[in-house]
Structures are given as structure tokens and as C-alpha cells.
């Protein structure tokens, strides 16, 4: 017992999450979507062919 006042607060924190109006930035969303983001962290130079070499290792490992 004794969770009406935590299953109220969740219940009031949902209501203004779902009815809340946060400003939204357009401009940025545009160029997310459209790939127009030269950010560091869109292009890390990770590519999944460089770490073949250790997944095979891997592979043989756990067998």
C-alpha cells in the first residue's frame, strides 16, 4: 500500500508529457532529415567491413 501519491505524480507527469506543446525547431528537423548535418557524430569513419577480421576471430573462438 501507500502508492496512491507516486501513482498520482506518474499520472499528472504523463498527462503533461502527452498534453504539452514543446516549441519545435523546423529549420533543424529539415536538415536532419534531409542529411544535410555535418556533424561529428553522423560520420565517425566506423564502417562494419573494418572489424571482419575480429568477428572471425570471434567466430572460431566460441565454437
Do not use: C, I
Not at 37 to 54: E, I, M, P, R, W
Amino acid at each position: 500500500m501507500g502508492r496512491g501519491r507516486a501513482k498520482a505524480k506518474q499520472a499528472k507527469v504523463a498527462r503533461e508529457l502527452k498534453y504539452s506543446s514543446p516549441a519545435t525547431d523546423f529549420e533543424a528537423l529539415q536538415r536532419e532529415l534531409s542529411g544535410g548535418s555535418t556533424s561529428v557524430n553522423d560520420h565517425n569513419g566506423y564502417h562494419d567491413d573494418q572489424d571482419d577480421d575480429y568477428d572471425d576471430g570471434f567466430a572460431r573462438m566460441s565454437r
